[in-house]
């Protein structure tokens, strides 16, 4: 997976940048491999604004948001956010596949 990590009006260290792309490596552990991964940290009103983006190869990207005073907390929260919605999207696809293979 191709990571880009993005500061704007910010510039944090570079621990924070290697943790975003290990946090971000392991969503791949739901099998599900992504063609590109993006992280946005946007300075905004004392907060560190984080966003995340997963391009997979067919289909909507998953995107997450998060504010908090420190950029570490950002990154956990949105991580945690594209855990249930990769979790959400696996478990609603493959219900569908065995309702499907059921109806044959």
């Known amino acids: 997976m191709n990571i880009e990590i993005t500061f704007r009006h910010i510039e944090l260290p570079k621990a ?3 943790y975003a792309a ?6 791949e552990r739901f099998g599900e491999e ?20 997963l391009h997979r190869h067919q289909g909507e990207p998953f995107v997450a948001h998060d504010r908090a005073p420190e950029g570490r907390t950002a990154v956990d929260n949105v991580v945690d956010k594209l855990n249930r919605q990769i979790l959400k999207f ?3 696809h493959s219900a569908q ?8």
């Not at 290990?22 to 969503?27: D, I, S, V």
């Open 16 to 18: 924070l940048r290697e």
């Open 22 to 27: 290990k946090q971000l490596e392991r969503l």
């Open 34 to 53: 992504f063609v590109k991964g993006e992280f946005v940290f946007i300075q905004e009103a004392g907060e560190v604004a984080c966003e995340a983006i």
């Open 90 to 92: 696996k478990e609603k």
């Open 97 to 104: 596949a065995r309702r499907n293979r059921a109806a044959e």
